[in-house]
């Protein structure tokens, strides 16, 4: 974790123009994120953005939520800093500064939201322990997505997507570079998981309605809902 945080301490000034020329479509993902939370624009909604980087998410979140109150959460102060100075003119946004395996979680968010940050958890039980706590951080109807690179599902369309993500970043990039620190720093930092074994995952810890909204090559928005159905019976209520 201590090599990810000083990527993202050193990159964070140059990250928002850099992230442009590295994740294909990556304004649109962010867009199909937003698009996911499922409550009226005027409602004072509660939002946890893990790993928020430079805030791009919050922004975008608090132009179609302007009402919401969000918690910015992430390592690399850097980009603390750089997120604070972008969001300084919307009001109900807290800042904490740490690792979100670490930190401990409200219990009452409508709504968790992360980009391109999971992926940095190393193991899959290090996901899996993060997910379970998402989902206990979400009060009942609140949802969780995830922006994210995942893995393909075989070896060959594992080498699919990462051709085609090179491909997009010879486009905007010089070979030396792509091929001497991005590829490299991806097989060094970088731990995704297949977004198959993921959904099982959500699944298995009680999310509903799982869905996969957005998806290109590597890159996917995928999420689901937190509802315990209630049934009534003769006389109590029981929770299925
Ligand atoms: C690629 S950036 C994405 C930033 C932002 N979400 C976006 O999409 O523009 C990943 C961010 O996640 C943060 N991050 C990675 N692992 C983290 C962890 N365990 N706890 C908190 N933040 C983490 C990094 O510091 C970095 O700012």
Redesign the pocket.
Same mark, same amino acid.
């Given at each position: $974790?201590e090599k990810?945080?000083n990527h993202?301490e050193e990159e964070a000034k140059e990250f928002d123009s850099l =992230?442009l020329k590295l994740i294909p479509y990556y304004e649109e993902m =962010?867009t199909s994120l937003t698009l996911t939370i499922p409550f009226n624009t005027q409602e004072t909604i509660k939002i946890l953005d /893990?790993?928020?980087?430079?805030g791009? #998410?919050s922004k975008a979140v608090k132009e179609k939520f302007p009402q919401s109150k969000i918690t910015c #959460?992430? /390592?690399?102060e850097n $980009?603390i800093y750089m997120a604070r100075t972008k969001l300084s003119n919307y009001s109900d946004i807290e800042y904490k500064i740490?690792?979100? !395996?670490k930190l401990d979680f409200d219990n009452d968010y409508h709504v968790i939201v !992360? !980009?391109?940050?999971l992926h940095? /958890?190393k193991t899959d039980e290090e996901k899996k322990r993060l997910y379970s706590k998402i989902y206990d951080a979400l009060r009942d109807g609140g949802v969780f997505y995830n922006a994210d690179t995942v893995l393909g599902s075989n070896t060959y369309l594992r080498k699919v997507n990462v051709e085609k993500w090179k491909n997009y970043m010879l486009k905007n990039l010089p070979m030396d570079e792509v091929e001497q620190k991005w590829l490299p720093t991806h097989y060094e930092e970088d731990f995704p998981a297949s977004l198959m074994d993921q959904l099982d995952w959500l699944s298995q810890i009680g999310f509903k309605e799982l869905d996969v909204v957005w998806k290109y090559y590597q890159g996917a928005v995928y999420g689901g809902i937190k509802k315990t159905v209630s049934v009534k019976t003769r006389s109590n209520k029981i929770r299925i």
């Amino acid at each position: $974790m201590e090599k990810v945080k000083n990527h993202f301490e050193e990159e964070a000034k140059e990250f928002d123009s850099l =992230i442009l020329k590295l994740i294909p479509y990556y304004e649109e993902m =962010i867009t199909s994120l937003t698009l996911t939370i499922p409550f009226n624009t005027q409602e004072t909604i509660k939002i946890l953005d /893990l790993g928020c980087g430079t805030g791009n #998410v919050s922004k975008a979140v608090k132009e179609k939520f302007p009402q919401s109150k969000i918690t910015c #959460v992430d /390592l690399a102060e850097n $980009m603390i800093y750089m997120a604070r100075t972008k969001l300084s003119n919307y009001s109900d946004i807290e800042y904490k500064i740490g690792n979100f !395996s670490k930190l401990d979680f409200d219990n009452d968010y409508h709504v968790i939201v !992360s !980009s391109l940050a999971l992926h940095h /958890l190393k193991t899959d039980e290090e996901k899996k322990r993060l997910y379970s706590k998402i989902y206990d951080a979400l009060r009942d109807g609140g949802v969780f997505y995830n922006a994210d690179t995942v893995l393909g599902s075989n070896t060959y369309l594992r080498k699919v997507n990462v051709e085609k993500w090179k491909n997009y970043m010879l486009k905007n990039l010089p070979m030396d570079e792509v091929e001497q620190k991005w590829l490299p720093t991806h097989y060094e930092e970088d731990f995704p998981a297949s977004l198959m074994d993921q959904l099982d995952w959500l699944s298995q810890i009680g999310f509903k309605e799982l869905d996969v909204v957005w998806k290109y090559y590597q890159g996917a928005v995928y999420g689901g809902i937190k509802k315990t159905v209630s049934v009534k019976t003769r006389s109590n209520k029981i929770r299925i």
